[in-house]
């Protein structure tokens, strides 16, 4: 019996022992898990996109939207800031401007993105930009600065401009990783550069071979040995001539990081998904609509101001070439001023309005202009938000036109309502007020006098002095018959006669005195 107690004792130690070592085998043996990455892990992250359009004639309009946009596009804090490129160039101080503003942007990476072309100053903002990009069959290059020489052809400014701009162009290659050397050839047509290969491995061209791009005159103080290890270089610019590359030469130059067809696939390579892009204001448009016409607008101006000197009195030549150098010194503040258009042009139609009736009455100019402007203020200050929504939210695939019917009688029965109610007021309610209360004549017609009984107290060939400006509509004193002196409305047949001339009566028609200078 105890034989067989020890024999069941030591059978239950080594349960005990197996027990326990299958737990430490479980607890040291490897965890596998699932390492397949889900749907969340393999999407990449959205990236968010602010397009800015930098199109036409650099110039400080351009600048003052270009700083306008950055500051909003980094308010929206996006992944990269793109800024779509197709000039010309233009001024190289606006240019100067730009480009500084561009590389003093923070959080979101800059891009150049050349929708036709980068030329001139063009090309100074596009390599501005961390990372440029170009459309198929785009150009960039050729940033020499130029004047008009005295026989209207264009001729490349001196060393005292070129230096500072070369200097800028190498800023921005260091900065961002464009060829320097080349990025210097856009502005200097002396520079005459070579790219020079050396092959390590014999046969085609390959990783191990060694490229140099170096100036000619630097190639040409190099010994025997040097130019055989190098061989005969290849010319990239010719001296005299200023580098322009193609969108694929940029791409080769190490400019360019890459060439779309279009914009969807530029997108598409850099994971775009989300975008927005900047619009120009009103003032803005404005602004670079002056800009355009400012030239013209100036010779205009100052012609009809000579004009007016040439001739007596001041009167419609001085008033329109004030009018042509204010809308182009109103060009350069209109990007501030925008909002305040439909006001400023309401205050300006109102001006002209009353130009019309107490300075040059008859001309009919200042007046349609007046008019027009405010018809202008009217447009631009409507709210098309106010008006009711007819068209409902579900538009089905057959297109129903009642929606848009309603809408157009709603805005017809407001502009009838809005003329029908000051007609029937000013005829029977403003009537109605007391004397002194209303500003309508409450004269009978039945006592009112005839004003061509006045004009018959003179004849034609009667000669009288202007006692006021005809322009042509004015006042003029004549002396009749029995040695009274008359003072009568007369006009002109556009003549303007000053004050204190002599007048002679040509004719004398339906109520009107017409005369003519003596």
Not at 99 to 117: C, N, P, R, S, Y
Not at 130 to 154: F, H, N, R, S, W
Not at 425 to 434: E, H, M, Q, V
């Amino acid at each position: 019996m105890k034989l067989f107690a020890k024999i069941f004792f030591f059978l239950a130690i080594l349960a005990t022992f197996s027990i326990a070592a299958t737990a430490s085998a479980t607890d040291l043996a490897p965890v596998v898990k699932d390492s397949t990455p889900t749907a969340t892990e393999i999407v990449a992250p959205k990236k968010q996109a602010v397009w800015i359009k930098l199109e036409g004639d650099v110039d400080p309009t351009m600048y003052e939207f270009c700083a306008r946009a950055i500051g909003e596009a980094l308010e929206k804090k996006p992944d990269y800031i793109v800024f779509e490129i197709n000039t010309f160039g233009g001024r190289l101080d606006a240019a100067f401007d730009l480009v500084d503003t561009i590389m003093a942007v923070k959080g979101a990476e800059t891009i150049a993105l050349v929708k036709k072309k980068a030329i001139s100053a063009g090309s100074l903002i596009a390599l501005a930009c961390k990372k440029l990009y170009m459309l198929e069959a785009t150009t960039i290059g050729d940033c020499a600065p130029i004047v008009q020489g005295g026989d209207g052809t264009p001729q490349i400014v001196g060393e005292k401009i070129q230096s500072p701009l070369r200097a800028k162009f190498r800023n921005l290659a260091q900065r961002n990783g464009y060829p320097e050397l080349l990025a210097s050839s856009f502005v200097t047509p002396e520079l005459e550069i070579y790219e020079l290969t050396a092959k390590l491995d014999k046969g085609q061209k390959t990783e191990r071979d060694t490229t140099l791009i170096i100036e000619s005159k630097k190639y040409s103080v190099l010994d025997s040995t040097e130019k055989k290890f190098w061989g005969a270089p290849k010319i990239l610019v010719k001296e005299g001539e200023l580098l322009t590359m193609t969108d694929k030469e940029a791409e080769e130059l190490g400019f360019s990081k890459g060439t779309f067809k279009n914009r969807e696939d530029f997108e598409t390579k850099l994971a775009i998904e989300k975008k927005s892009e900047v619009e120009t204001t009103v003032g803005e448009q404005i602004a670079s609509g002056i800009a355009a016409v400012a030239g013209i607008l100036l010779i205009l101006g100052f012609g009809a101001l000579y004009i007016e000197f040439k001739t007596p009195g001041f009167g419609m030549f001085g008033i329109i070439g004030i009018i042509l150098i204010g809308i182009v010194f109103l060009g350069q503040f209109a990007p501030q001023l925008d909002g305040y258009f439909p006001a400023i042009l309401l205050v300006a139609g109102i001006a002209l309005f009353l130009v019309e009736i107490f300075v040059m009455p008859g001309t009919f100019l200042f007046g349609v202009a007046g008019i027009a402007c405010m018809i202008i203020a009217l447009i631009m200050s409507f709210d098309s938000a106010n008006i009711p929504e007819f068209v409902p939210e579900t538009v089905e695939t057959t297109f129903d036109a009642t929606p848009w019917l309603f809408g157009l009688f709603f805005v017809l029965g407001s502009a009838a309502v809005a003329l029908i109610i000051p007609i029937a007021a000013s005829k029977y309610l403003i009537p109605l007020l007391p004397e002194g209360w209303t500003p309508m004549l409450k004269t009978d017609m039945e006592t009112a006098v005839s004003p061509t009984e006045d004009v018959q107290v003179v004849s034609v060939g009667d000669v009288g002095v202007a006692k006021t400006f005809l322009r042509p509509v004015g006042q003029a004193s004549f002396t009749l018959p029995d040695g009274s002196i008359k003072l009568l409305d007369v006009q002109t047949h556009g003549e303007i006669i000053e004050a204190g001339q002599d007048v002679k009566v040509e004719s004398v028609q339906e109520g009107h005195i017409w005369v003519t200078h003596l």
